[in-house]
């Protein structure tokens, strides 16, 4: 008690200061008003002043005047000092020291005359009374307490109940009942009972209970009754006890307890003249039983949904239906009323929401408001609550509503006027409200309206002041979403009406916070309430009935369903028929189509469902296999597409679904974007296009949408709008694009690892596919600010944003276009010219001042030393561009006019259709018609502005600083090859490309080499591509193989569009074009050649590519091989031995790989059908050279040889010219001289180590062809420049030659004998045949095919026999027949002239010295083994020679037509020299070959020198032929017998030019 301490010094100097010091600081305690504190301080101020004497530290006098004058301080003042002594009297009763207890004992005593004897006598002991004389013994004064005690307490006073003496109730009664609309007041009526107490001895608790009673029955008398009450009651709890009583009366079974009571007890409540805890404890039921009833509904709730989900048996159905029977009988037994959930809406109805809500904390979460009337008690409270906001802000233009009245009672939750005012009380009512505000509707629209109104307050209001208060009230209203208005919603039944109007709630709120309100809806919700989870199980349960029973047929109906069942639980209602496509995708049409009565929030939640399923961790996205995706996310992908375009659904989340999956890696979800892109812009990203199709794409807009893609998706304008709103509002166009172009490398070397090899090109694909055709809407759908906006340069886009080019061009082409388009309109307004010349002038200056920046960019893109090879302009020309800028599909345009042209007139006559609908489709067509007619003008001028713009460019495109090998190299790594696989119209493109490249006449642009390197080398590309990059691949190979067939068709086009064209020239200098140097032109017969050299690689690379066993190079090349099947083979035996590879692949992969065998027999299927139009080789071009004529060249030029680099040749290609020349001159052994094209072809393949340069050893002389063609040259070639001098002093040295070779070959007639000089004969005849054919654009014989034909009689056996072996099994090369054709060229080389092996080899000695630095020289090393094989072989071909006796008689027969052969030869030879001689034209005879050798001419020394018959000459070329054949062919000689009686001659002539590797 001793809160106050007294110092020390005050006691010691009492007298002094001490005294004073303690009265003021009594009198400062008395002064204060701290409700009751101060009187606790003055006691403990007292009690310490009183302890100092009972130490004895001070006087008593002292200390008993100063409580004297401390009296007068306050009235009870002795009170408080008699609780003082009270307290002293227990301590020192207990202290041992007698003296302390004598000094207390004196203190009182002297304080008697202050303190009253009653309170003393009251407070203190007995025995202290005693000693103090206040009382004369404690033991009678003990003995009087109790019987006053037993008398107060357990005797109890008899009153006059009702029974016994009624009338003074009666006039109680009366009085209680009397009008009181008068002066009567609660006072008047109080003294008069207190009369009718005190007259009739009533009982004063019976009279309580007649107030209560009467109030009861007049409840609208609340003021003078709760006065009256208050005035009469002297103890609340007596109150509690009679209410109490009340109520235990009404607890007996099948009892109601009375409304009136409620209500009088609620009043009581309000006004505090009771307490709710006093009066809890009456009322039933218990809590604890509460609770119990509340876990028992929750367990039936799930019971029955668990009922409602299972699959029932009819036998248990009727055991339920009893049982369920039982349980009605039991819930008719009325079970006794909730007094506490009675008592709780009597508060609410009065307005006494602090003791409702402190009922309602007491019982589980919303078990109060689950009972109706208790619900919409709270409901109508929070009405009045809101009812000043709900008129100021919340209600819509044109309502009236009805007024609410507020309530009277001022005790009352104060009504809103603003938002925050929501706080204090509404907030918390419609929390405990939850899901049951579903009973009343007009508040669920009071409190959305509400809500809205907020919003817009919200979002106009920026003032950082009032921003944090206002983000707390959007928390508040959230929370009452998420709680109370979507629970709400569920409890409704088919209210599309509240839907709607909470979507205009929701539609202010972002996507963000709307997506998490449908999840705590769907997931949490549902299991909270028992009403829910029974609604959940319904729905369900609904769900599925309606599922089973939807079909195309009854899509309206079903419909109709859908739309009623969604409008209170969509969630539950998609989860089911999202799970359900996921594993039947035929369902998705008829969904989709049934969706069309949903209401708005329908569309959103429907929205969130999609992306939560797409997002379900718990299902893996691949199948089991792994090699392939997940069936149920291409459905989804499905319905995705499908549903965004027919309905109008924010696409906001599902976009940054995507965003945020291609920023964690995953690539496996662009299949929505795929489909949603596809479908709501109609936008088609296929590999599988038609020709006609891949056409109409290359037009404009319109031209695609009516014919570039297999479904005429039309009114796609809205659903593209939305698409492009929802990407820009959210800026997700870029990122999107970005993303795609980095996830495709991530794909393979990020995702990629742990992953199948098939899936991973199938993501790549999905990934490339995406942004392809993401790229494309974007182009066509956004505007040209908007894009430029968005898209930065090309530098940034690949520097800072590490974009691969291909990609980066890809965005930023479009973006050129239309800025070009914008320039050149603001040039063409600015200076007016209607001239088509001014126009284009215009358009080139729009161009260089749109792309002048762009060259610039470009040039941080690659090293410096790419620059020396390409120059910027060309490479951005080729990037920049499309099929749009190179040509014009007339034949597409004429086709869709022609299908509106037969549309109208099947309108016109078709009766059934009514005139105004003829009438709107003819409109139709014809607006599209002309629409067509319109844009192809337009095309058609802005091809030709590009075409003028290119031709200007070309010749700055290409330096001459290399190569152009290594241009070309540069051109296909950085140009060609990254475009043709990027879509289906770049393959074209780039084919198209290189053909207007070619057409132009750009210099340093080599065609051929082009050409041949694209042919000659796709093993690896091939190899390295996806299954849709090997579509495109496919399509770039048909488009090149088709220039080249048409070329190769027809010698007119050839000549008209090949000759005379720098990309024709065979010599490859870094140097300008001489256009007029006809000998550096490829003729039209050696290109045919070169054709066939290229089909033959590539039917090497097909035939590798199908034997490898991979999985990915066969299918790749077989997809390659059906897109250029209309191009490829044409030649009747590559297509054979193709036919044999994929025929043992079918075989092969039957049972293994299905889809390799699906590909395999699809493309054997059409191979076959295409078998008709295929040609002998013979046909195909000029076959009378032997095979070998072609084996070195392949063997340097396969696919492995393709990267060698080019060598500056131009004085090599002089020099050894020249040297030949001068070698010719001194030989005087030859019978023929050198041809040309051979020493050019050796320089080639040893500089340029690709199959290109095949094709120049038969380029070089083709051009020389008669005396009047030289002359034509020298006048169109200038005199006075070296090259030409240098020509004319070449042609008199070739003149003079010819002559010393026509002596010798005469002086050689006169001494050969008369078989000789026959042969000679015959070789005339054939040599002017040869000039017939050469004058008719044909080429002529080389000398070496013609020994081949002599050599080809006697090697029917073995060497056909082989050649047919080969065809059979083209791929691998047995070593004895590669041997056998190695000894063959050996010997005929062995045999050639001195001039030539001289020549050949000053003409290849530098190239090979040079090249050997880059690469194995091939035929070096062929000719290497051949040396050593020729060695191993002379014995037995003796041997061998000799052992032919079985077959003596057939060898005769081919000896003697051999003798005749030889004979013709000659002679026709003979002739062609005097030829010569005569016309001084001997540069014909040396005709363009792809042979290196001239065999004719060593055999001819060879038999001047040895005098022998050309019987013997031909002995023993058979037998020489015949051995090796006969080695060659050891495996199959059977089928080599066979195929020699079928051969016709032509046959026996056909041989298999290139080898297979």
């Given at each position: ?42 006691q ?15 006087k ?6 100063v ?26 009763g ?6 302390k ?23 203190l002991?007995?025995e ?34 009702l ?7 009666a ?15 609660s ?40 006065s ?6 002297c103890?609340?709890l007596?109150?509690?006890?009679i ?15 009375p ?9 009581l ?52 239906k ?17 007094q506490?959930l009675?008592?709780?809406e ?8 602090h003791?409702?809500?402190?009922i ?7 078990y109060?408001?689950s009972?109706k ?16 906001l ?12 009805c ?14 006027e ?25 508040l669920f ?7 809205k ?6 979002q ?5 002041e ?8 959007l928390?508040?209203f ?21 839907s709607e ?21 769907k ?18 349960e ?11 047929e009854?899509v ?17 209602l ?7 496509i ?10 989709v ?14 929205a ?7 997002a379900?961790?718990e ?34 989340g ?12 995953k ?16 936008i ?34 809205k659903?593209?709008q ?25 794909v393979?070397?990020?995702?990629g ?11 790549y ?33 690949c ?21 070009i ?43 410096t ?55 709107k ?26 075409l ?42 780039c ?7 070619h057409q ?21 590309t091939?190899?390295?591509c ?5 579509h ?7 488009c ?33 074009f ?36 991979d ?77 070998r ?35 010719k001159?001194?030989s ?52 006075s ?5 240098a ?38 005849k ?47 090369r ?8 190695d ?22 000695n530098?190239?090979k ?10 035929n ?20 061998q ?15 003697k ?42 055999e001819?020394e060879?038999s001047?020198r ?17 051995s ?10 059977d089928?080599?017998e066979?195929?020699?009686?079928r ?15």
């Open positions: 008690m001793a809160t106050i301490i007294i110092p020390a010094d005050w006691i010691k100097n009492w007298e002094k200061s001490g005294k004073h010091e303690f009265v003021q600081l009594c009198k400062n305690l008395t002064d204060k008003t701290n409700h009751g504190s101060e009187i606790k301080e003055i403990s101020a007292l009690y310490e002043l009183c302890w100092q004497v009972v130490q004895g530290n001070l008593l006098d002292l200390v008993a005047s409580l004297g004058d401390m009296m007068e301080l306050r009235d009870d003042m002795p009170s408080i000092l008699a609780d003082v002594f009270s307290i002293l009297d227990i301590e020192t207990a202290l041992e020291e007698k003296n207890r004598d000094h207390y004992t004196q203190l009182v005593g002297a304080c008697l005359c202050y303190i009253p004897e009653a309170i003393l006598k009251e407070r002991d007995p202290t009374l005693e000693s103090l004389g206040l009382i004369k013994q404690a033991h009678q004064f003990n003995q009087k307490i109790v019987k006053i005690k037993t008398k107060l307490f357990y005797k109890q006073q008899k009153f006059n109940l029974r016994e003496e009624n009338e003074g109730y006039k109680l009664i009366t009085e209680l009942g009397q009008d009181l609309s008068g002066n009567i007041t006072h008047l009526v109080l003294e008069s009972i207190k009369s009718l107490i005190g007259c009739f001895n009533l009982d004063p608790n019976r009279v309580l209970d007649i107030i209560l009673e009467v109030y009861e029955s007049r409840s609208d008398q609340n003021e003078f009754f709760l009256l009450i208050k005035s009469y009651m103890e609340p007596t109150l509690c006890h209410l109490g009583f009340k109520f235990k009366f009404y607890q007996e079974p099948n009892e109601e307890t409304k009136s009571l409620y209500h009088i007890a609620a009043a409540l309000h006004h505090n003249l009771i307490e709710l805890e006093d009066l809890y404890v009456h009322l039933m039921p218990l809590d604890a039983s509460i609770v119990e009833e509340h876990k028992r509904d929750i367990s039936e709730a799930k019971q029955i949904a668990r009922k409602l989900v299972m699959v029932v048996l009819p036998s248990e159905k009727s055991e339920d009893e049982k369920e029977k039982e349980k009605e009988e039991e819930k008719n037994e009325k079970p006794p009323d909730n506490k009675g008592l709780l009597a508060l609410l109805r009065i307005g006494d929401w003791h409702a809500q402190s309602m904390d007491q019982m589980p979460p919303f109060a408001t009972h009337a208790i619900a919409l008690a709270l409901c109508q409270l929070v009405h009045l609550t809101v009812e000043p709900y008129r100021r802000a919340g209600v819509p233009k044109g309502a009236r509503g007024v609410m009245h507020p309530l009277r009672n001022k005790r009352a939750p104060q009504p809103a603003s938002f925050e005012d929501l706080r204090k009380d509404t907030f918390s009512m419609l929390g405990y409200l939850g899901p049951h505000l579903s009973h009343d509707p007009i629209a009071k409190i959305v309206r509400l809500g109104a907020f919003m817009k307050e919200y106009s209001d920026n003032k950082p009032v921003k944090d208060k206002l983000e707390i009230l928390s508040c959230l929370s009452i979403a998420d709680q109370v208005l979507l629970p709400s919603l569920s409890l409704m039944e088919c209210n599309a009406c509240m109007e909470l979507w205009g709630l929701f539609k202010l709120f972002p996507y963000q916070h709307r997506y998490r309100l449908y999840g705590q809806w997931n949490e919700t549902y299991s909270s309430h028992p009403l829910l989870v029974k609604v959940k199980a319904q729905t369900v609904r769900a599925k009935y309606i599922m089973k029973r939807l079909t195309k009854n309206k109906q079903s419909g109709r369903q859908i739309g009623k069942l969604s409008h209170s639980n969509p969630t539950i998609f989860d089911y028929m999202l799970s359900q996921q594993w039947y995708d035929n369902l998705i049409v008829p969904v189509d049934s969706l069309k009565y949903l209401t708005s929030l329908n569309y959103d939640v429907l969130y469902c999609i992306i939560e399923a797409l379900n961790p299902k893996e996205k691949m199948k089991h296999d792994d090699t392939t995706i997940s069936p149920w996310l291409q459905s989804l992908a499905s319905l995705c597409g499908a549903v965004f375009r027919k309905y109008p659904i924010e696409l906001a599902l976009l940054q679904y995507v965003t945020n999956q291609l920023k964690a890696g690539s496996f979800d662009l299949l929505i974007l795929k489909e949603v892109v596809q479908k709501m812009a109609g088609e990203i296929t590999d599988e296009m038609t020709s006609e199709q891949l056409e109409a794409m290359t037009g404009g807009e319109q031209l695609k949408a009516e014919g570039g893609y297999f479904g005429q998706i039309r009114n796609t304008k659903s593209s939305r698409l492009k709103d929802a990407l820009l509002d959210h800026e997700l166009a870029l990122p999107l694009c970005l993303l795609m172009a980095q996830q495709r490398n991530g393979v070397f990020l995702e690892g742990e992953k199948h090899l098939k899936l991973v090109g199938h993501l694909d999905q990934c490339h596919d995406t942004l392809v055709q993401f790229g494309g809407f974007l182009a066509s759908n956004l505007s040209t600010e908007d894009y430029i906006k968005r898209v930065p340069s090309i530098d940034i886009l520097n800072q944003f590490h974009t691969p080019h291909d990609a980066a061009f890809f965005l930023s082409r479009p973006m050129y276009a239309h800025q388009l914008s320039k050149y309109d603001e040039l063409k307004k600015a200076e007016k010219g209607n001239r088509q010349q001014q126009k284009a002038t215009k358009y080139v200056s729009a161009c260089e001042q749109v792309m002048t920046p762009v060259h610039e960019a470009v040039v941080s893109l690659h090293p030393r790419v620059w020396d090879d390409l120059r910027p302009q060309f490479y951005a020309t080729f990037w920049s561009l499309t099929m749009y800028d190179l040509a014009v599909p007339q034949a597409a345009y004429e086709r869709e006019v022609n299908k509106l042209k037969a549309q109208i007139k099947a309108i016109e006559e078709n009766p059934e259709i009514p005139l105004n609908k003829k009438k489709e003819k409109e139709r067509c014809t607006a599209l018609q002309e629409k067509l007619q319109e844009e192809e003008k337009k095309q058609l001028e802005h091809v030709q502005r590009v003028h713009r290119l031709k200007l460019e070309k010749d700055n495109w290409l330096l001459a600083k290399s190569t152009k090998n290594e241009t070309i190299t540069k051109f296909l790594q950085l140009c060609l090859f990254p475009r043709c696989i990027f879509s289906s119209i770049d393959a074209v493109y084919a198209r490309f290189v053909e207007l490249v132009q006449k750009t210099p340093n642009f080599c065609t051929l080499l082009c050409y041949d390197r694209v042919f000659s080398a796709i093993i690896y091939v190899a390295s996806t299954e849709n990059e090997s495109r691949y496919g399509r770039f190979l048909c090149m193989l088709e220039t080249v067939t048409r070329w190769h068709s027809d010698r007119t086009v050839y000549e008209k569009e090949c000759v005379n064209y720098p990309g024709f020239l065979t010599i490859f200098r870094a140097t300008g001489d256009g007029g140097n006809k000998v550096d032109q490829l003729d039209y017969e050696n290109f045919r050649h070169v054709v066939h050299k290229w089909h033959y690689m590539l039917t090497k690379a097909s035939v590798h590519c199908l034997e490898t066993g999985y990915t190079h066969i299918r790749n090349i077989l997809i390659v091989l059906t897109k250029i099947l209309p191009c490829y083979p044409k030649v009747l035996n590559l297509g054979q031995a193709l036919e044999c590879r994929v025929h043992k692949i079918c075989l092969e992969e039957k049972d293994k790989r299905p889809d390799l065998y699906a590909l395999a027999m699809g493309y054997s299927g059409r191979l076959k059908s295409q078998k008709v139009h295929m040609v002998p080789e013979n046909e195909f071009h000029h076959k009378d050279q032997p095979a004529s072609a084996t070195p060249a392949s063997q340097q030029n396969g696919p492995g040889s393709t990267g060698k680099p080019a060598i500056n040749i131009s004085k090599t290609e002089e020099g050894a010219s020249e040297d030949g020349d001068r070698g001159e001194k005087q052994g030859t019978t023929k001289p050198v041809n040309k094209a051979n020493s050019a072809a050796a320089k080639v393949n040893a500089s340029n180590g690709n199959g290109a340069l095949n094709s120049t050893k038969v380029v070089k002389d083709d051009k020389e062809k008669s005396g009047k063609e030289k002359k034509e040259k020298k006048e169109k070639t200038p005199g420049t070296p090259e030409t001098k020509e004319n002093r070449r042609e008199k040295q070739r003149d003079e030659r010819a002559g010393k070779e026509e002596r010798v070959v005469r002086e050689g007639k006169e001494k050969t004998p008369k078989a000789e000089r026959e042969k000679l004969k015959a070789d005339e054939i040599s002017k045949e040869d000039k017939s054919k050469a004058g008719n654009g044909e080429p002529m014989e080389p000398s070496r095919e013609r020994d081949a034909l002599k050599e080809s009689k006697s090697k029917e056996k073995g060497d056909r026999s082989a050649a047919a072996g080969s065809l059979k099994s083209p791929v691998p047995s070593e004895s027949a590669e041997s056998e054709r000894h063959k060229r050996r010997k005929l080389d062995s045999h050639s002239s001195p001039s030539h092996s001289s020549s050949v080899k000053d003409n290849s530098e190239p010295e040079s090249t050997s630095k880059h690469h194995i020289n091939f070096s090393v062929a000719r290497s083994k051949s040396r050593e094989r020729e060695m191993e072989k002379k014995d037995p071909e003796n041997t020679g000799r052992s032919k006796e079985k077959k003596e008689e057939k060898d005769r027969k081919e000896r037509r051999d003798h005749i052969i030889n004979e013709h030869d000659l002679n026709q030879e003979s002739k062609r020299r005097k030829d010569e001689n005569g016309t001084n034209s001997s540069k014909n005879s040396k005709s363009a070959s792809p042979s290196c050798d001239s065999p004719l001419s060593a001819k060879k001047k040895s005098k022998s018959s050309s019987k013997e000459k031909a002995d023993s070329m058979k037998a020489e032929r015949t090796g054949g006969k080695k060659e062919s050891r495996h199959d000689k089928k080599s066979k195929k020699e009686k051969d016709s001659s032509g046959g026996k002539e056909e041989k298999k030019q290139y080898p297979l590797v």
